[in-house]
């Protein structure tokens, strides 16, 4: 049965929601197109059925990086898969052919790009190929966002061996998805799964950019030690944002395509293999990457689409834990963005689909109310409320903009459509600069008319006009709005327009985020965490191929005693307890206080004895006085500091551990302390 194999093999009891009729559709041998969340399991769905089904899956995949990666962690699972690429060694292939020789292949990935090569075609042709799986289908969609003109040859290959195909994708609108049909499948009408598009355990979140650079940092800093993945629009941004947070104390590389080949894969290897490292990078990033534990995706420039968007945060929290987003723009992001699809060589109708592309992303970040929703209705989804967005977290406060958009409207109109935000705002505010002078616009009706905005007021105003679409900068003219028909109604008072006030967004206090386990269980997590990175270095795996944090934040929480227990935890299949079962074991039953990085660097001194001592009393404490309080504890490195230091004092006590701790332990660490 299938779910035997779920357990035996993944380690899962359930299936997650909707891989089962995926699952078994495939093994029924239908054709299936499957739109399902990044994060939601499309891999499994195919993985499952190919280990069941006699013959060799084919899968086909966009990048060489995601294919090892898979082929990675099938390997660590006991399955017998493998990969064509040109990053394989001599040895490499030559263990794939083998393998497909001798039948025991059971999933084998190539590149779309392999397809034209009669060679393979025919070698194909002469395997015992169960079905074809489609990795990333929506590049073969010439309007999408990823199109890759190779995918083209898959129907045609479909036709070749005469074989049920499995499409998977986390992002196509419903034209996209009438496109894969048409190419993939031709006049077949494959079984559709559309699981939604909704990534509930994704934060959403936009800000106007207000000092970038330090936003980006501010964000970071509040997130130490998690692994994230911030873009840029540029190959230098990448790599200025990149020194800046490695002055701030964090680790962090820049990626883009102006990089030696030979760097580029390291720093793809090193964001694999190493915890909490953070990569900035231009877009020619992520595709590849299969990284699970990916805790946030910046966005330091606005993307192109709301596809390219969707895609780009799809990298975070793809184990299904807490991840977050946070994406700046301003209006010359706006400009850049437009400038860029009217100075492009495509169509007419392809730069109009452009355009509308980049509205729906610029309605998505003006945004009034609940974000998620705006998102998922673009993709033909829906949900009432998310609570899990900016803007459910704090409503931004509207109000009628009617007035001063028409003033805006009223001032580009009476100056010809020939000036762009600045000079317009100087009008509007009544600032006599000789050009203006110069050009009589001192004379015109609209001149000091908004003299009640600010300077940076009137931005956000015409931010946000450009975010409805209701002007746009001329390239022929220098990046002079000009206005669209969508504003015409409302200069003439035919129609109203409601705007935020947070036209400027400066953060007045620090975002508390949420730990990835509760408090007591942190310096369990972190031993556990320490366990995989060794045990993947000896792999030289990434350490998701060992667990995903997933599994490790179950174990700190349930903290199994023995093998059985620890074969219920999910993710755990039998290859995985016999290898690791016995090594996490130990961790979590016997060394993993006294193993602490903190404690070891307190090894020989006497602040080590008094690191323990505050240790066992903390224990003792750690459900209160009388054993009945919510559970508090202190991890190891304010520990280690108070060991260290030895403050003498209740306030200096208090400054290390805070008010609610020092409440708990601080007499008794005081006592230690003096002693």
């Known amino acids: 049965m299938p779910k035997d194999l779920l357990k035996s093999v993944f380690g899962h009891d359930q299936y997650r929601d909707g891989q089962s009729e995926i699952v078994n559709a495939i093994i029924a041998g239908k054709d299936v197109l499957a739109i399902m969340p990044t994060g939601g399991g499309k891999s499994l769905c195919f993985q499952l059925p190919g280990i069941k089904l006699n013959g060799t899956v084919l899968v086909v995949s ?7 990666d898979q082929v990675s962690a099938l390997k660590a699972l006991g399955v017998n898969a493998g990969a064509l690429t040109s990053g394989n060694t001599d040895d490499e292939t030559e263990e794939v052919f083998n393998a497909l020789e001798n039948g025991k292949l059971k999933l084998l990935y190539i590149a779309p790009e392999r397809l034209a090569n009669l060679g393979t075609q025919r070698m194909l042709s002469n395997l015992p190929i169960s079905f074809i799986a489609v990795d990333e289908a929506h ?20 036709k070749l061996l005469n074989v049920p195909l499995a499409a998977f994708t986390a992002t196509a609108d419903p034209e996209t998805q009438t496109e894969i049909k048409d190419r993939l499948f031709e006049l077949k009408k494959p079984e559709v799964f559309l699981q939604g ?37 540029s190959r230098a941004k990448c790599e200025t944002i990149a ?41 020619a990033f992520g595709m590849g990457i299969d990284k699970p534990d990916i805790r946030y995706v910046i966005h330091a420039d606005l993307p192109k689409s709301i596809e390219s968007y969707y895609q780009e945060i799809g990298r975070a929290g793809r184990d299904g834990e807490a991840a977050e987003t946070m994406t700046l723009y301003g209006a010359d992001d706006i400009r850049l963005r437009r400038s860029q699809i009217d100075e492009g060589l495509a169509s007419n109708d392809r730069k109009k689909a452009d355009h509308g592309r980049l509205n729906s992303l610029l309605g998505l970040a003006e945004a009034r109310r609940c974000r998620r929703r705006v998102l998922l209705r673009y993709f033909g989804d829906d949900i009432q409320t998310c609570n899990n967005c900016d803007l ?17 409207l009223s001032a ?154 620890f074969s219920n935890l999910s993710g755990v299949g039998s290859v995985k307890l016999e290898r690791y079962g016995k090594a996490f074991l130990e961790v979590i039953n ?86």
């Open 139 to 158: 590049c073969v969609s010439q309007w999408g966002h990823d199109f890759r003109p190779d995918y083209l040859r898959i129907g045609e290959l479909r």
């Open 243 to 283: 020194q800046a947070l490695r002055t701030a104390g964090h680790e962090a590389i820049h990626y883009h395509a102006g990089m030696d080949a030979e760097d580029r894969r390291i720093s793809e290897r090193r964001f694999q293999l190493e915890d909490g490292l953070i990569v900035v990078a231009t877009i």
């Open 590 to 675: 016997d060394e993993f206080l006294e193993q602490h990085p903190s404690r070891r660097r307190l090894a020989g001194k006497d602040a080590g004895k008094i690191f323990d001592k505050l240790q066992a009393i903390q224990l003792e404490l750690m459900h209160g006085p009388h054993g009945h309080d919510k559970p508090l504890v202190c991890s190891a490195s304010i520990l280690a500091k108070l060991a260290s230091s030895k403050p003498r004092a209740m306030e200096a006590v208090e400054r290390l551990l805070g008010k609610q701790k020092t409440e708990r332990f601080g007499v008794a660490f005081l006592k230690i302390l003096l002693d």
């Open 392 to 408: 459910c977290d704090t409503p931004p406060l509207l109000f009628d903009g009617t007035k001063h958009v028409r003033m805006a």
């Open 62 to 68: 966009p990048l060489i990086a995601l294919m090892r």
């Open 197 to 233: 598009f909704d990534r509930p355990n994704i934060h959403l979140s936009f800000s106007v950019k207000n000092s970038p650079r330090q936003q980006v940092i501010n964000f970071v800093e509040r997130r130490k030690g998690q692994s994230g993945i911030i873009y840029c629009g």
């Open 412 to 565: 580009i109109l009476r100056t010809e459509e020939r000036f762009g935000a600045g000079y317009l705002i100087d009008i509007l505010r009544g600032k006599s600069t000789d050009k203006i002078k110069q050009n009589g616009h001192d004379k015109l009706p609209t001149f000091g008319i908004g003299q009640d905005y600010s300077k940076s007021e009137w931005q956000g105003v015409f931010r946000q006009m450009m975010g409805y679409d209701l002007v746009r900068p001329d390239i022929e003219r220098f990046g002079a709005f000009r206005m669209t028909e969508m504003a015409r109604p409302i200069l003439r008072n035919e129609q109203t327009i409601e705007l935020r006030k947070d036209t400027i967004i400066k953060e007045t206090r620090k975002a508390k985020v949420k730990s990835l386990v509760a408090e007591e269980d942190e310096t369990l997590f972190s031993a556990l965490r320490s366990k995989r990175r060794s045990l993947a270095e000896a792999l030289n795996a990434p350490a998701y191929v060992v667990f995903a944090d997933a599994v490790l934040m179950e174990m700190a929480k349930t903290r199994p005693s023995n093998l059985d227990e």
